[in-house]
C-alpha cells in the first residue's frame, strides 16, 4: 500500500503499517470536513499478550503535557527498544510514509500531528520485520501496562510516558478514531504502531496491528 516501487525482497516490510495508517489518513482528512484543521508471520505473542488496561492495576497519574517539541530517539526498556525517530508525513493515497525500506530499524513519527510530550496524541510507527530478520518493533507485542517509554527530544529533555494499554486490532475492525483519538485531552499521549497477527500472503499485508498506547508520567533534562 505504499506508494511507488518497491526494491526487490521488501515486499512484506510496510504493508502491515500501511493500511492501518491509510485510514488514519482518512479519519483526518474527515476532522477536516466535519471541524476543519521472516517466516510468514509476526510475532504470534501479540495476539495473545494483548492485555489492555488489568483490572485494578495501579498507575501513576498523569503529569501535565510539556512545550511542543520533536522527538529525536525513543526507547523502551523492558523491550530492548532504543531508536532514533524520524519525522514523517502523508504519501499521496494518504497514508503515512513510514521509514524507508533500507531503515527497519528506525521509528517514524507523524510529523504534522502532536509531538510527543505535548497535548494530544503523538504517532510513532515501526516495522516488525522485514524479509529475513526482526525490525525495530517485533517486540512490541510483549508491552505490558506499566511499562515505561522515553521520548528524548530535540532540546535535550527526555519525556517520560507509562503505558496503559496494549491492544491488537484485526484489521476488518479496526477503529481509525478509537486508535488515533485521545483517551483524555487534557494528557500528553503516545501511540507505538506495529503489525501483528498473521501474514496474509493474497492480500499482501498483515491481519491485525498492534497498538500500545501510553501516557506522560514525568519528565527531566
Given amino acids: 500500500m505504499a506508494s511507488g516501487s518497491r526494491p526487490a525482497g521488501t515486499g ?12 488514519l489518513g482518512l479519519w483526518l482528512w474527515g476532522r477536516e470536513v466535519t471541524e476543519g484543521p521472516g517466516g510468514g508471520s ?10 489492555g488496561r488489568p483490572f ?47 531503515m527497519p530499524h528506525t521509528v517514524g513519527w507523524f ?14 510507527v515501526g516495522h516488525v520485520d522485514t524479509e529475513t530478520r526482526p525490525a525495530v518493533f ?7 501496562a ?13 519525556a517520560e510516558f507509562t503505558v496503559d494499554d496494549v491492544q491488537v486490532y484485526p484489521r476488518e475492525r479496526f477503529d481509525a478514531s478509537e486508535v488515533y483519538g485521545a483517551r483524555d485531552p487534557r494528557r500528553a499521549e503516545l501511540r507505538l504502531i506495529t503489525c ?9 499485508a498483515y491481519t491485525a496491528n498492534v497498538v500500545v498506547s501510553a501516557y506522560l508520567t514525568s519528565a527531566t533534562r
Fill in 12 to 23: 512484506r516490510l510496510v504493508t502491515g503499517v500501511a493500511w492501518a495508517l491509510l485510514l
Fill in 42 to 51: 509476526a510475532p504470534t505473542t501479540g495476539d495473545i499478550a494483548a492485555v
Fill in 56 to 102: 485494578g492495576a495501579a498507575l501513576p497519574p498523569a503529569r501535565e503535557p510539556l512545550d511542543p517539541v520533536a522527538p529525536r530517539r525513543v526507547e523502551v526498556p523492558s523491550l530492548g527498544i532504543d531508536a532514533p525517530v524520524v519525522a514523517r508525513g502523508l504519501d499521496a493515497t494518504g497514508a503515512i510514509d513510514p521509514p524507508p525500506y533500507e
Fill in 111 to 124: 510529523g504534522a500531528g502532536t509531538r510527543p510530550g505535548a497535548a494530544g496524541p503523538a504517532l510513532l
Fill in 138 to 144: 517485533y517486540g512490541l507485542s510483549a508491552a505490558r
Fill in 146 to 158: 506499566g511499562a515505561k517509554v522515553r521520548v528524548t527530544r530535540t532540546d535535550g529533555s527526555v
Fill in 196 to 204: 501483528g497477527g498473521t501474514f496474509d500472503r493474497a492480500a499482501n
